[in-house]
């Protein structure tokens, strides 16, 4: 079967560092994208793995390892408005099919 | 234009009425998708045209059609829906199967 595994829900400080965990057992893997989406509002792309290691953008960075079936999104300098839903997904093969995670609510306090 | 735009961004219907959502794209991608998404679930694969041919239909009633006129247009006509089917329903487009989808806004659709 195909699985993708993430938290429900983090609770994280406004200005620290926070660390959203996914893992995935599928078919094959071609590819994992992580996207943001905000509560009533569409998904946002934030970032694409597909060879291991460390993807870097700004705040936010991805980071992957195929072995172990693992990823993780890090968000740095947390603001209030990260305070969104953040999804992973996986393409287990070439074709247009993403498998997704459940979604990690990521709420900010101050 | 790096958006994809869809209209209309509300929609209440009977169960016997006929509407269509609409959903554009001008980034020049190939790949255009129909998503249903349900109150703290991801986002649920209906439909997915490549080259303006359908590629995927992930089993999905014919109350919902599918029509892709050209590249940069993608329609979603529903007939005799039921209330189960109200969701948000999301367009996205990809320049390919290897690219990230990009996301419109989405209809939010109730069935009455």
């Known amino acids: 079967g195909q699985n993708i595994d993430q938290p429900t829900e983090m609770t994280a400080t406004e200005g620290a560092i926070v660390q959203i965990n996914c893992t995935y057992q599928?078919?094959?893997?071609?590819?994992l994208f992580w996207y943001q989406q905000h509560a009533g509002e569409a998904p946002t792309f934030l970032s694409y793995?597909?060879l291991d290691g460390l993807e870097e953008k700004g705040r936010f960075s991805s980071f992957l390892s195929r072995s172990k079936g693992y990823s993780y999104l890090l968000l740095k300098e947390l603001q209030m408005k990260d305070s969104a839903s953040y999804l992973c997904?996986?393409?287990?093969?070439?074709?247009?099919?993403?498998?997704w995670g459940a979604g990690t609510k990521l709420i900010i306090k101050p | 234009d790096t958006e994809v735009t869809q209209t209309p961004k509300h929609l209440v219907m009977g169960m016997t009425n006929k509407k269509s959502l609409k959903c554009e794209q001008h980034?020049?991608?190939?790949?255009m998708y129909w998503y249903k998404q349900k109150a703290k679930k991801p986002p649920e694969l209906m439909f997915v045209?490549?080259?303006?041919?359908?590629?995927i239909n992930e089993s999905v009633p014919s109350r919902f059609s599918p029509e892709c006129p050209n590249s940069s247009l993608l329609n979603l006509h529903l007939h005799a829906l039921q209330p189960e089917d109200s969701a948000l329903y999301l367009c996205?487009?990809?320049?390919?199967?290897?690219?990230?989808?990009?996301f419109g806004p989405g209809t939010r659709l109730t069935v009455l």
């Open positions: 599928t078919s094959g893997f071609n590819g």
């Open positions: 793995n597909v």
């Open positions: 997904a996986v393409r287990p093969d070439s074709n247009y099919q993403l498998i």
């Open positions: 045209y490549s080259y303006e041919k359908l590629s």
């Open positions: 980034m020049g991608h190939r790949a």
């Open positions: 996205a487009s990809s320049q390919s199967s290897y690219n990230e989808q990009f």
